[in-house]
Each structure stands twice: as C-alpha cells, then as structure tokens.
C-alpha cells in the first residue's frame, strides 16, 4: 500500500509539536482527506486531541515499550484504509529511555516507518540562527530523513520570509510554512499535561487551528512529504482465533475523571471475546451488568467531591469486588479505589475503599518514567514471571493505612529495581504504572480468562475453555 506518512517532530518539548499537529490534521480533514493520528510514546491527552481532531483513535507507537515489529505492525493496521498518517513525535527528535541511544525516541520511530520527519522550531526569537539549528539536526543522523521545518510562534509573514530564505539557502531542507503566536488556538495546560479533549469548548479550537493551517502553512507541500515515502508493506499478520464463545462485559470508565486508555488494550481484549459498556463512576448511580470493571487512569484528584459524593456507586463497585468480581485498575483509577483521595488543597474525598491507603496528591515529586512490570505471584494479569512495558507518570503516592499485598515488581528503562507495584486483593489489582498490553498479549488473555473462570454469568456452562 501507498501510506503516506509524516512524523511531526520538535527541537524540544514546548515548541509546539501538539499546536502545529492538530492545526495540520484539522486542516487535512477540512480538505477531505481520510487521517489518521499516531503518538510517539506513552502519551493519552495528545491522542485524545487528535481523535477528537479526525474522527479516528489515535494510537501510541513507542520504541522502548513496544519495539520495531510491533510499532510496524500498529502502523499497518491503522493506515490501511487513509489517505495520509501523521505521526505526532515526543520531547525533542533526539530525545528517548536514554542519553546515550536513540530507543523511545522519535527519531527511532521515524525510521521504524521509514517516515520524512518534519521539524517545528520556535522561530519567535531567531532569523540566521534557524539555519544552523535545522542544519544540526538533519546532519546529526544520516539515516534520517529531516525533510521540512515549520516555525511556530512566527508573528509576521515578513519575519517567516527571512526564516525561510535562511533555511533554503544553508540547507536541503523546506520550509512549509508557520503558525502566528495565538491564544485562541492554545491549549491550556495542568499538572500532567494539556486540558483534555473531553472538556468543553475543545470543538471550536479544532476549527481555528485548521482555518490558522490554511492561512500560513503549505499543505499542498505537507501532503507532497507525505506522499515521498517508499511503498509500506502490504501483509497484515491474521487476527488470532477466538477460543471461546463466551463473550465477557467489561464496564470501562469514562468520563473526565477517568479517560486514559490505549486504544491497542482494549482491542486485545476484544480479541480474547471482551465487548465494553461504558459507565460514568462520577455520572452514574448504578454500574451496568458486567462481569469485569476497567478502570483508566485520568484526574480522580481534580474530580474528588463530584466522586465521593456519588456514593451509591462507590459502594456499588466495593460490592462487585467484594463478590469476586474482576477489576483492573491503572493510576488514577488505582487511586479511586483507595480508602480517600488527599487533593492538592489538602482535602481529603473518601473513594471505593478497597485498598487500605490514602492517596495523597504533592506539588513536587514527579514520579514518571518507562517501567518493566515482573508478577511477582499469580494474579489476574497472569503467573508469575509474567514481564510487560508500560510507563508511570504521577504526582500523587500511597500513604498506607493498612497491610498492601502488591503483585509486582518494577525496573526502569535502564534496569534498575523501582520498587512494587499491583496492589492486589481479591480479583483486583490497580497499578501506578500504565500497561501498554501490546508489549505483552498474555495480559489480555489472563484478565478475559480469569473473568470467565469466576463470573458467576459466565461459569454457568462449567469451567474455562480458553
């Protein structure tokens, strides 16, 4: 197949890579045109900006967590039917797991899909100088390809003409335009991140965004990038069989407490027979007949009062675990599941109560990075030894208030031990850290598996065929 693709790349985090990559596909959808969105790295606000954006899930690709094969093999499956893919890259082009390598980092990823990379540069403060930094970055690795730059934060069409004829004349590379500085098309930010896309007023930034793309940047010459890739492969690896008839509900979380998930976790599960029924733990006084519970992560700590004072469902949700249920849980909804939820203000919201913990948000005390999950015992994630990929990325810790059973191990991205993780009771286990299951497929088929050996529903026939 054709698939035409483009990685959006920048020369550090905060020039703007997210601006510019929704003005583009907002733009490239006002024109018609079928996209789809990707993310470089263990992101969710990004990909649910470019969602909202296209009309289509954005998917995460990632070198550490996932590897080549399996980034190549997202790629296929999701590109298979659009007219264009653009990749939104992470941190700066450079930047990944390490100093000293290039896996996790966008530059990797852009050869992975043997991409051209487009280049954003804040250009607000520079002329001459943006010469030098385009022609750095296109020398540093020879076997990457820095087609264009676009300057973002560019006040006047004059001063972009004096960034672009310094580019052109000192380098192989094209300038295809800029966006001016804007506070109608910017996105506001919070302590992990951007404002979601769930929240109001998101629709119209879209428009804007798009109507700022066709008024100062060269699409026709995005798309040409686009279009100047090689032939992708056309195989797609065959669908596993599903083993089992049984088909296993799964309530999932969402609403804007709860709405961190990778779009590839959900459809592993489905795979293995699950099908999803959304619930709101805000919203709602009732949960739905399910027979297991998938809680996101999100911003439970922004949304404390809205949840402790739905308490019908919170002892709704205690009772469904209390009863055997299968809950998995990852951040904020590990928090939620904790006996309160200490806000940055310092009030504490009383939540499920199912682990014996408060969890207390702080000013400081990032904890963030790539981990390796090792089961350290068998749970509803699988046996032990089980590994898998993920990421964490929090400001909030466990305060225990009682004994904590956890089920794993972690290790950084350069192998050393980072402590425990999984809280676990019962069929529950909530995590900090962010399971991409596409680094290991056994996860989806232990949950489903588990789910049908103990859902009273699903046990009726007798035992577990899969």
């Known amino acids: 197949m054709n698939a035409p693709r483009l990685v959006i790349a920048g020369t550090s985090s905060g020039v703007g890579k997210t601006t510019v990559t929704l ?71 450079f930047d990944g797991s390490s100093p000293l390598n290039e896996i996790g980092s966008t530059a990797e990823l852009a050869k992975q899909l043997d991409a051209p990379v487009l280049l954003v540069i804040d250009g607000s403060a520079m002329a001459r100088s943006a010469a030098a930094m385009v022609s750095g970055y296109a020398k540093f690795d020879p076997a990457l390809r820095v087609a264009g730059v676009l300057f973002n934060r560019v006040g006047s069409d004059g001063h972009y ?73 056309t195989a797609l690896p065959q669908p596993a069989a599903r083993r089992d008839a049984r088909t296993v509900r799964i309530g999932i979380a969402k609403d804007l407490a709860f709405c961190f998930y990778y779009p590839d976790n959900l459809e592993l599960l489905e795979a293995e027979g699950a099908e999803f029924v959304r619930f709101s733990p805000m919203n709602d006084q009732v949960l739905p007949d399910v ?57 504490s919201h009383e939540m499920v109560g199912l682990f014996a913990a408060e969890a207390v948000m702080r000013q400081t005390g990032l904890t963030m990075g790539y981990r390796t999950m090792e089961l350290a015992k068998g749970c509803i994630l699988g046996e032990p030894g089980i590994t898998a990929r993920g990421h964490e990325f929090h400001y909030s810790s466990l305060v225990p208030r009682g004994a904590l059973d956890y089920a794993c191990v972690l290790q950084d991205a350069g192998g050393l031990p980072k402590g425990q993780d999984g809280v676990s009771i019962g069929n529950v286990v909530g995590l900090y850290t962010h399971l991409h299951f596409a680094s290991q497929p056994q996860i989806a088929k232990s949950l489903v598996s588990s789910v049908r050996r103990t859902s009273p529903r699903l046990s009726v026939n007798g035992g577990d065929a899969g």
């Open 161 to 233: 003409k004096l960034l672009k004829a310094a580019v052109e004349q000192e380098t192989d590379v094209v300038a295809v335009g800029y966006l001016r500085p804007d506070p109608a098309v910017t996105i506001s930010d919070r302590h992990l991140g951007l404002v979601t896309a769930m929240e109001q007023g998101m629709g119209e930034l879209y428009g804007r965004l798009a109507k700022a793309a066709e008024e100062t940047i060269d699409l026709d010459r995005i798309e040409a990038l686009a279009r100047s890739c090689r032939e992708w492969p």
């Open 291 to 347: 027979d297991m519970l998938y809680l996101g992560g999100g911003y439970p700590e922004l949304h404390g009062e809205r949840l402790a004072g739905n308490i019908s469902m919170r002892t709704a949700i205690r009772q469904f675990a209390e009863r055997g249920g299968t809950i998995y849980a990852e951040c904020g909804g590990m928090m939620y599941l904790t006996q309160a939820i200490r806000d940055f203000g310092g009030t």
């Open 23 to 93: 003005a583009i596909l907002a733009a490239l959808k006002a024109r018609g045109r079928q996209v789809q969105p990707f993310k470089a790295g263990p992101d969710f606000i990004d990909p649910g900006h470019h969602a909202a954006a296209t009309g289509r899930p954005s998917r995460n690709l990632d070198g550490w967590m996932l590897g080549e094969a399996v980034n190549r093999d997202i790629f296929t499956r999701a590109a298979v039917d659009v007219d264009i893919s653009i990749v939104e890259g992470m941190m700066g082009l």
